[in-house]
């Protein structure tokens, strides 16, 4: 199934309402007359609070403040009634201020002051920060989410999982770098896997797929550190065949990591990449026979040569994997019935080889937090052509179709690919309806349309963007939970040699077994022709496999 985890509503997406009711963020005031504040230091704020802590009588509860330290200076919070001093005694402090210490410590990494009158009520407060008894900054909330964080993102201020630290978008410089599709190049992953030295870091929604256990296991016993972050509770359930692989490598002495649980940051841990020595593979597709080993989806995927990207995943990996809600696997697993199933066996052609190139940038993208915004960016800066291909796409006013449309707008030339697997095809096909008519409206270089594999894989799964000479390659669904409420990672490569690589399969799976329309361009061996044809699409029935 095509990303199940980024299109089911989850309970986390019923608590959004809650953000709406946010009144007020931490809002600086101006300092009070006669003192004076170093031009350098930062501004005093409360910076966040967890009000609702998932623990018995809200024990640990607290408030995170930053305070420039004055010799002089008295700081204080209160909430109107109840006045706490804070002892501070380091410059530019961030520190936890909570009634119940010890237990504030289990939710924060941030220095714990210890104050005698702190409660939080979950329906509401309006929090002072006071500098000589004069407010300097100003915390107002309603309504706090269980076990949540109200946080500072780019998007304004908004209520996080406990634990969870948004992270900008991260740049690096020249790499070289692979590209390969599936189900075409299958053994890209897992040879990628084999040549590790000295480190393995997998992380996935799923993991299924023998040929992966089997390099992993091999990897371990060779001295290569070898360490596996899945989803505690994919959609559906974990099938038989992923707990036993799972079982396989604990028992090999592998570090299994499963998150989730009543303490998750996330809805679903989505992504789909690893960490290998110094090189950085991500990839669209989960670690399933379908999704490595030739047998079922279209994918794409990249390796990036690059110390720097691979530092900058490692380190992903080991927060994603140092919270409450990593739990290890033969925990876990205790009591657990798993579902039946067996592996893709399909056998698909192999078209397009992989391909060598030099990107002159690479973006890192996580979700929650950048991913969206950034890839926006990406559309907007595109000059010539942006082609989509994706399982689905959620509102048709959602930031990342609005600024598809606004590329045509523009002038930009514009195809949205999506899936015609028979879970998704009646929705697919209203969406590109009505993408066409936006188009025709409109007359705008926009053509929409749902793939015919015409045999050459069973389905799409890719969630990609060729965007002029930026390829971006993830998990990243375009769908409101996959932005806002899961862990996703996404490459965004800079690279003039990837992206015609890139373009030139979309035109391939664009074609399909379909004559093309007013909007084609085709590439082959190098030569480009141009074939108009009207056509309907087609819409037709195929059997649906829950291990996707």
Not at 74 to 86: C, I, M, P, Q
Not at 310 to 319: C, E, G, H, P, V
Not at 333 to 355: C, D, H, K, V
């Amino acid at each position: 199934m095509a990303d199940a985890a980024a299109t089911r509503p989850v309970p986390r997406l019923r608590r959004l309402a809650a953000v709406a009711l946010l009144v007020a963020a931490t809002v600086p005031l101006a300092a009070p007359a006669g003192v004076a504040t170093p031009a350098t230091a930062p501004e005093p704020a409360v910076v966040a609070a967890v009000p609702n802590p998932r623990t018995d009588g809200d024990a640990g509860e607290f408030v995170v403040v930053r305070v420039p330290v004055e010799s002089t200076a008295n700081w204080t919070l209160d909430d109107g009634e109840r006045v706490a001093s804070l002892p501070v005694d380091r410059p530019a402090t961030r520190v936890a201020v909570g009634d119940e210490p010890n237990a504030t410590r289990r939710l924060t990494d941030r220095p714990v002051i210890g104050v005698s009158h702190l409660s939080l009520a979950n329906g509401g407060e309006r929090l002072h920060l006071r500098r000589d008894g004069a407010v300097v900054a100003t915390l107002s909330y309603r309504d706090a989410p269980e076990g949540e964080r109200l946080v500072r993102t780019e998007d304004g201020v908004r209520w996080r999982p406990v634990g969870y630290q948004p992270r900008d978008v991260h740049r690096f410089g020249p790499a070289s770098v692979t590209g390969y599709v599936l189900p075409d190049a299958p053994s890209v992953p897992t040879e990628t896997l084999r040549g590790a030295r000295d480190r393995i870091l997998l992380a996935g929604y799923t993991l299924t797929s023998e040929r992966v256990a089997d390099a992993l296991i091999a990897a371990h016993r060779r001295g290569v550190e070898v360490r596996v972050l899945v989803d505690a509770d994919p959609v559906g359930g974990r099938t038989e065949a992923g707990a036993a692989a799972l079982d396989r490598l604990v028992a090999a002495g592998i570090d299994v990591i499963v998150l989730g649980g009543p303490r998750a940051r996330f809805d679903y841990h989505h992504p789909k990449y690893a960490v290998v020595d110094d090189r950085a593979l991500v990839t669209t597709e989960n670690w399933k026979p379908s999704g490595t080993g030739g047998k079922s989806s279209r994918g794409w995927g990249v390796v990036v040569d690059s110390p720097p990207v691979a530092a900058d995943l490692a380190s992903l990996f080991r927060a994603d994997a140092g919270w409450d809600d990593a739990i290890p696997w033969r925990l876990f697993r205790r009591g657990e019935t798993f579902e039946t199933g067996s592996p893709a066996e399909g056998t698909y052609p192999s078209r397009f080889e992989p391909t060598d190139a030099t990107a002159a940038e690479v973006r890192v993208l996580t979700a929650p937090g950048n991913a969206e915004s950034a890839l926006v960016g990406v559309i907007d800066g595109a000059d010539d052509r942006v082609d989509v291909i994706q399982p689905s796409i959620g509102r048709r006013d959602g930031p990342l179709l609005r600024a598809t449309i606004r590329a045509a707008d523009r002038g930009v030339e514009v195809r949205v690919l999506l899936s015609g697997a028979w879970y998704v095809t009646e929705e697919n096909a209203a969406l590109v309806e009505w993408l066409n008519g936006v188009a025709e409206r409109r007359d705008l270089p926009l053509t929409a349309r749902v793939a015919d594999p015409a045999g050459r894989y069973e389905k799409i799964h890719a969630k990609g963007v060729v965007a002029d000479d930026v390829v971006v390659v993830g998990s990243l669904n375009w769908n409101e939970n996959a932005v806002s409420e899961n862990r996703e990672v996404a490459l965004a490569v800079r690279s003039e040699a990837l992206a015609d690589y890139f373009r030139e399969t979309f035109v391939a799976d664009w074609r399909g077994g379909r004559g093309a329309d007013r909007t084609t361009w085709v590439v082959v061996a190098g030569a480009v022709a141009a074939l108009v044809l009207a056509v309907v699409v087609a819409r037709r029935t195929i059997r649906f496999d829950r291990r996707d």
